[in-house]
């Protein structure tokens, strides 16, 4: 009998850009979701959602089980950040930390809707808010950088 490895790793990340600035403009937008879809493939992970505003990203990914939580996010913030630059966005730049959320299957369907519907939900709820409510929901407190 052969023996495989199966795992189900699922995790929504969430990062700003640098110092919170409004840098991904919306005709860069699609563009460099695609562009950050493209290394998660590249670098055997699996994009299930990604979506933001000007300030932030967020993405669920499947990660495989060779691929660490923080080196699938440094893969993503560089090789986009670097993109960028290509693009003529020389000012752009990625903020230092992230947040790396795990979700159970039964959550994946609602992360993805959340993703897809950030702009209609940050009319009500500033990205301040959205990331306390993250912390909290997972019973974290702000790491120091």
């Known amino acids: 009998m052969a023996y495989h490895t199966f795992a189900?790793?699922?995790v929504h990340?969430?990062?700003s850009t640098?110092?919170?600035e409004p840098?991904?403009?919306p005709e860069m937008e699609s563009r460099l979701?695609?562009?950050m879809g493209g290394i998660a493939r590249k670098n055997n992970m699996k994009s299930l959602a990604i979506?933001?505003?000007p300030d932030h990203v967020h993405l669920?990914?499947?990660l495989h089980p060779s691929v660490a939580v923080d080196k699938a996010v440094q893969l993503i913030k560089s090789g986009s950040s670097g993109w960028m630059h290509d693009q003529g966005q020389h000012r752009f730049a990625w903020q230092t930390g992230y947040g790396a959320f795990t979700i159970g299957t039964s959550q994946m369907n609602a992360t993805v809707r959340y993703i897809a519907n950030q702009k209609r939900h940050h009319t009500k709820r500033s990205f301040a808010e959205e990331w306390k409510i993250?912390?909290?929901r997972h019973g974290l407190q702000e790491y120091p950088d």
Do not use: E, P, Q, T
């Open 8 to 10: 189900s790793i699922l």
């Open 13 to 15: 990340y969430v990062f």
């Open 18 to 20: 640098k110092n919170r």
């Open 23 to 25: 840098l991904i403009v």
């Open 33 to 35: 979701w695609a562009y």
């Open 51 to 53: 979506g933001g505003m």
């Open 60 to 62: 669920l990914l499947s």
């Open 134 to 136: 993250f912390l909290d």
